[in-house]
């Protein structure tokens, strides 16, 4: 092992015992992606795949984990989405299959989620987009962060990854383990996130061209083709429509959403919708128009999401070389650092 592979596997040791698997890479939750293909694919590679429920039903996600232990015997998370209706039985479905982790996204989980998750045994991971919350969701009894900058695809938060871990990393690393996670495609900045006291990285773009992710190959052409300026955020059309930014490759859908906006927002004036229903059918749109892109391969009225990190993936290769080439990188970085 050479002093950068030493190096590398030390300060990775924290969080990849955490998630109890050998590198500490979390595969971010991307809808209709990281499903069990993607998922096992990344477990078996030795980094933590995490099943993406979005908007799955409790029986949806019970046949998803059950054919994702078909094919690895390694540990894996799920990541559920703090505003499902149904967020309650979809605990009762991971704690049925005994999942390890559970990663709770959206927002500050509701009374009596992190107990009901606890109570199988399962760790909680949430994501801080401010110190503030990350303090908050420490007392509150979180076992693990993600700290997410702008520069991820999907639903994004308004500060830049490298500002998030430079004001939050000195401040919580000590008291729980931190995964840094927005704009990561090279093994350097891996490499510079766990010096800086990170337990962990999460990555999602550099995940969707892996041979083994179902995306349509439209989808993935449309990556391997992009450059970083071509994933941009949307633009929040109502100030009352409390909508989460989302980023993803410039297309025809990326106005059509700013059309949808408008058509809810219509749809709160007349008093047909409250703001709860408000905000769900927007999730909704994302998850149809995401679908449209990712499974039938319509990259054009469909949703590209899609991280700034997208210009640095280059091609379609297994997701166990991925893997090796961001530790390589993250390795020879540390290595050349310690002379």
């Given at each position: 092992?050479?002093i950068?592979?030493e190096?590398?596997a030390?300060?990775m040791?924290?969080?990849?015992?955490f998630l109890?698997?050998?590198?500490a890479?979390l595969?971010?939750?991307?809808?209709?992606?990281?499903?069990?293909?993607?998922?096992s694919?990344?477990?078996?590679a030795?980094?933590f795949?995490?099943i993406?429920c979005g908007?799955m039903?409790?029986?949806?996600?019970?046949?998803?984990i059950?054919?994702?232990?078909?094919r690895?015997?390694?540990p894996f998370?799920?990541n559920?989405i703090t505003?499902h209706?149904?967020?309650f039985?979809?605990?009762?479905?991971?704690a049925?299959?005994k999942v390890?982790?559970?990663v709770?996204a959206g927002?500050l989980p509701?009374?009596?989620a992190?107990?009901?998750i606890?109570?199988?045994?399962?760790?909680v991971?949430?994501?801080?987009?401010?110190?503030a919350?990350a303090?908050?969701?420490?007392?509150?009894g979180?076992?693990a962060?993600?700290?997410?900058g702008?520069e991820a695809?999907?639903?994004?938060?308004?500060?830049?990854t490298?500002?998030l871990?430079q004001?939050?990393l000195?401040e919580i690393?000590?008291?729980l383990p931190?995964?840094?996670?927005g704009g990561i495609?090279?093994?350097q900045?891996?490499a510079?996130?766990l010096?800086?006291?990170?337990?962990?990285?999460?990555?999602?773009?550099?995940?969707?061209?892996?041979?083994e992710c179902i995306?349509?190959?439209?989808?993935?052409?449309a990556?391997?083709?992009?450059s970083?300026r071509?994933?941009?955020a949307?633009?929040?059309i109502?100030?009352r429509?409390p909508?989460?930014?989302?980023?993803a490759l410039?297309?025809a859908?990326?106005?059509?959403f700013?059309a949808?906006q408008r058509e809810v927002?219509q749809?709160l004036d007349?008093?047909?919708?409250d703001?709860?229903a408000?905000q769900?059918e927007?999730?909704h749109?994302?998850a149809?128009?995401?679908r449209?892109?990712?499974?039938d391969?319509?990259?054009?009225s469909g949703?590209?999401m899609?991280?700034q990190?997208v210009g640095?993936v280059?091609a379609?290769?297994?997701?166990?070389?991925?893997?090796a080439t961001?530790?390589?990188?993250a390795?020879?970085a540390l290595?050349?650092?310690a002379h």
């Amino acid at each position: 092992m050479s002093i950068g592979q030493e190096r590398l596997a030390r300060r990775m040791a924290r969080g990849a015992e955490f998630l109890g698997c050998d590198v500490a890479i979390l595969g971010g939750a991307m809808s209709w992606i990281s499903e069990r293909n993607l998922v096992s694919a990344i477990s078996n590679a030795g980094g933590f795949g995490v099943i993406a429920c979005g908007a799955m039903s409790p029986e949806l996600l019970d046949t998803e984990i059950a054919e994702t232990k078909k094919r690895t015997d390694k540990p894996f998370g799920v990541n559920l989405i703090t505003m499902h209706p149904q967020l309650f039985e979809l605990i009762g479905v991971c704690a049925k299959h005994k999942v390890s982790h559970v990663v709770l996204a959206g927002g500050l989980p509701p009374a009596g989620a992190l107990d009901a998750i606890k109570a199988s045994g399962a760790k909680v991971i949430c994501f801080a987009p401010a110190l503030a919350l990350a303090k908050k969701l420490i007392r509150s009894g979180v076992d693990a962060l993600v700290i997410e900058g702008m520069e991820a695809g999907g639903h994004i938060g308004p500060v830049s990854t490298s500002v998030l871990a430079q004001e939050m990393l000195p401040e919580i690393a000590d008291q729980l383990p931190v995964f840094v996670a927005g704009g990561i495609g090279k093994g350097q900045l891996i490499a510079g996130y766990l010096e800086m006291g990170a337990a962990g990285v999460q990555l999602g773009t550099r995940f969707v061209c892996a041979t083994e992710c179902i995306a349509h190959p439209n989808f993935k052409k449309a990556f391997i083709r992009a450059s970083a300026r071509d994933a941009i955020a949307s633009v929040q059309i109502d100030p009352r429509l409390p909508v989460i930014p989302v980023r993803a490759l410039r297309n025809a859908e990326m106005e059509a959403f700013a059309a949808k906006q408008r058509e809810v927002a219509q749809m709160l004036d007349d008093g047909k919708v409250d703001m709860g229903a408000a905000q769900l059918e927007i999730e909704h749109y994302w998850a149809g128009a995401l679908r449209r892109a990712v499974i039938d391969g319509d990259v054009e009225s469909g949703s590209v999401m899609a991280g700034q990190s997208v210009g640095m993936v280059k091609a379609e290769e297994p997701v166990a070389d991925i893997i090796a080439t961001l530790m390589t990188e993250a390795a020879e970085a540390l290595e050349t650092r310690a002379h």
